[in-house]
Each structure stands twice: as structure tokens, then as C-alpha cells.
């Protein structure tokens, strides 16, 4: 099925959605990888509050290109998502609703997805220039020392992705294989 759904989005909206489905995120969504996860766990064990309230948000794991002159942002394809595992279920429990990334994820995000209903999904890697077309404006909102991997904060519009992993657990990596075969 297809979707258009605006970010952020609530439970109610994730409920809908099923693995499988081909979404058109419109709205306001962050990104980080590796380095800004971690900085935000480290954030998080002192004590301190994140960067931006993380409740009912979709967080893209992007490191973008530099922007070419005109451009809103260079390349933005994908990060492979099992590099923020140890730090998601964290993040999860504390509201956020939406990941995109590439890749598998591992059981205990999965079980933290479904204990607070959650949805991943994929963007095509190696699209990165094609996605950076939806991406209508992105700002630096904090770690900005992480360069690449500084969290911003990005208005997209109709950003194809599809949701692999739902807010049940069911997963598309898991299932795709043995659908495809029957």
C-alpha cells in the first residue's frame, strides 16, 4: 500500500502502517549517525536534555555530502542502521516513532520498537543525490564539531521510503525472501 504521511507522527499514525508499505514522509525530520548518537546517550547519562525534543520525531541516519552552490544539501543516502542499534531502544523508550536508514536491525530494537510502537523504514541506499530532491531546507541544530554527522533538522517533502519493520515486529528483511518464493 501507499502512504503520505507527515512527520512527526504519533502512535495513532504508526499503528497504520505496515511493513510493506511504500511512505511519502512530508514534514520536519532530524538526522544522526553514529558519533551523534552516541554524544546523545553520553547527553542523556549526565543528566542534560537532548538537542531537540525527541517525542513522536523520525530520525534520518544521514551524514550528508557538502551542498553544491544552490543546493539545500549534497548527497543523502542512508546510513546502515545497525550502527545505531546499542543507542535506539533507548531513544525509543523516550518517544521517538520513526528511523530510516538501510539494514537489518537487531532483536532488541525490534522488542523496543514494538514496546513503544514504532515503525523503521528503508531508503534506497546509493539514491543519495535523488533523495536529496525532497529535502527543501536542512540546518545544523547541534554537535556541529561532528561535521557530517552534526544532527539537522530537515524539511522534506514526499521522501519515498518503505517501512520494513512495523510496529508488530513484522519484518520485510525476515519475510521478503519466503513471499517472494511462494
Given at each position: 500500500?501507499?502512504?503520505?504521511?507527515?512527520?512527526?507522527?504519533?502512535?495513532?499514525?504508526?499503528?497504520e502502517i505496515n511493513a510493506g508499505d511504500v511512505c511519502y514522509i512530508s514534514?520536519?525530520?532530524?538526522?544522526?549517525?553514529?558519533?551523534?548518537?552516541?554524544?546523545m546517550i553520553e547527553t542523556l547519562e549526565?543528566?542534560?536534555?537532548?538537542?531537540?525534543?525527541?517525542?513522536?520525531?523520525?530520525?534520518?541516519?544521514?551524514?550528508?555530502?557538502?551542498?553544491r552552490d544552490g543546493q539545500v544539501i549534497g548527497s543523502a543516502g542512508p546510513t546502515t542502521s545497525t550502527r545505531m542499534?546499542?543507542?535506539?531502544?533507548?531513544?525509543?523508550?523516550?518517544?521517538?516513532?520513526?528511523?530510516i536508514g538501510k539494514?537489518?536491525?537487531?532483536?532488541?530494537?525490534i522488542e523496543a520498537m514494538k514496546r513503544n510502537t514504532a515503525v523503521y523504514f528503508a531508503a534506497v541506499g546509493g539514491a543519495g543525490a535523488l533523495?536529496?530532491?525532497?529535502?527543501?531546507?536542512?540546518?545544523?541544530?547541534?554537535?556541529?564539531?561532528?561535521?557530517?554527522e552534526a544532527i539537522r533538522r530537515l524539511e522534506v517533502e514526499k521522501l519515498p521510503v518503505i517501512a520494513?519493520?512495523?510496529?508488530?515486529g513484522k519484518d520485510q528483511y525476515a519475510t521478503a525472501t519466503d513471499d517472494w518464493k511462494q
Open positions: 500500500m501507499e502512504r503520505e504521511i507527515c512527520a512527526p507522527f504519533d502512535e495513532s499514525v504508526v499503528k514534514g520536519t525530520i532530524y538526522t544522526a549517525r553514529d558519533a551523534a548518537h552516541k554524544r549526565a543528566g542534560d536534555e537532548l538537542p531537540f525534543d525527541i517525542r513522536n520525531q523520525v530520525i534520518y541516519y544521514l551524514g550528508p555530502t557538502p551542498a542499534d546499542r543507542y535506539t531502544p533507548k531513544l525509543l523508550d523516550l518517544g521517538l516513532k520513526g528511523m539494514g537489518k536491525r537487531s532483536p532488541e530494537v533523495l536529496s530532491k525532497c529535502i527543501k531546507k536542512a540546518e545544523v541544530i547541534a554537535y556541529d564539531d561532528l561535521g557530517t520494513v519493520i512495523d510496529s508488530s
